[in-house]
């Protein structure tokens, strides 16, 4: 892994090639996995699926489903895992070594087996588990306003948006009480959301910083709920038609 310094004064990392060889899973403390579980199901509804991992390498990571309610009108995927092991996060920052993440999907995203055939329809499981493992695989961590592009070059998430690359948000459509879930009186755990960005919010977070972006996100209204059609808002184009 090497490290350099975005514009912003944001630290940049690159990471090699992960240790092939394969490592038994950590499947966290007793009861862990339920107090997630517990804490999730409060906010956003019942989980109505789990997509189990058949074969785990050093930790194991599930992908929990809650279907649209009447309150959080969207699908919400979530992993369980990613907090069993503690990120190497630096001095400082040590109560945000444990996390997990989410994704918020349109009511009517394709979820089954069937659908995950289509990469259109996975790629947002993929993203989950794939970020999940990436901390604990590389020896870093993940927190609030990591950016993580889709390769180097940055290719395009999937066939259906040019968006490629992801920032990671605590939600704003749920109370700020979500965000921290305390497991006992040492541990507790974060949740952010994999939020896709297009190359030139990517490019204007790492000059500006992850609060100018949130800052053009809340005045254009986007929020956490995917939204494959939405505007580019670094786009010169689209601030044009607001200038005056």
Not at 56 to 79: A, G, K
Request: aromatic residues 12%; contains cysteine; glycine residues 6%.
């Amino acid at each position: 892994m090497t490290k350099e310094y975005s514009k912003a004064g944001d630290p940049i990392y690159r990471y090699e090639n992960k240790e092939s060889e394969w490592r038994p899973p950590t499947y966290g403390e007793e009861g862990w996995m339920e107090k997630i579980v517990e804490h999730m199901e409060k906010y956003y509804g019942t989980v109505a699926t789990v997509l189990h991992e058949i074969i785990s390498d050093l930790i194991h990571i599930d992908v929990h489903h809650i279907r649209p309610t009447e309150r959080h009108p969207y699908n919400v995927l979530f992993t369980t895992g990613m907090s069993y092991l503690p990120m190497n996060t630096p001095e400082g920052r040590e109560d945000y070594r444990h996390a997990e993440l989410m994704i918020c999907l349109p009511s009517d995203w394709q979820i089954s087996d069937d659908a995950f055939k289509n990469p259109d329809n996975y790629w947002p499981v993929y993203w989950l588990k794939m970020l999940a493992r990436l901390p604990h695989e590389h020896h870093t961590w993940l927190g609030e306003g990591h950016t993580i592009p889709n390769g180097d070059p940055a290719e395009s998430l999937s066939n259906t948006t040019a968006m490629n690359g992801i920032i990671l948000l605590p939600p704003i459509r749920v109370s700020q009480d979500f965000h921290t879930l305390k497991i006992d009186d040492v541990h507790s755990v974060h949740f952010y959301c994999l939020v896709p960005l297009f190359g030139e919010e990517m490019s204007f977070k790492l000059n500006e910083g992850a609060d100018a972006l949130t800052n053009k996100f809340d005045k254009y209204q986007i929020d956490e709920l995917l939204d494959l059609q939405r505007k580019n808002t670094c786009k010169r184009s689209f601030f044009s038609r607001w200038k005056g």
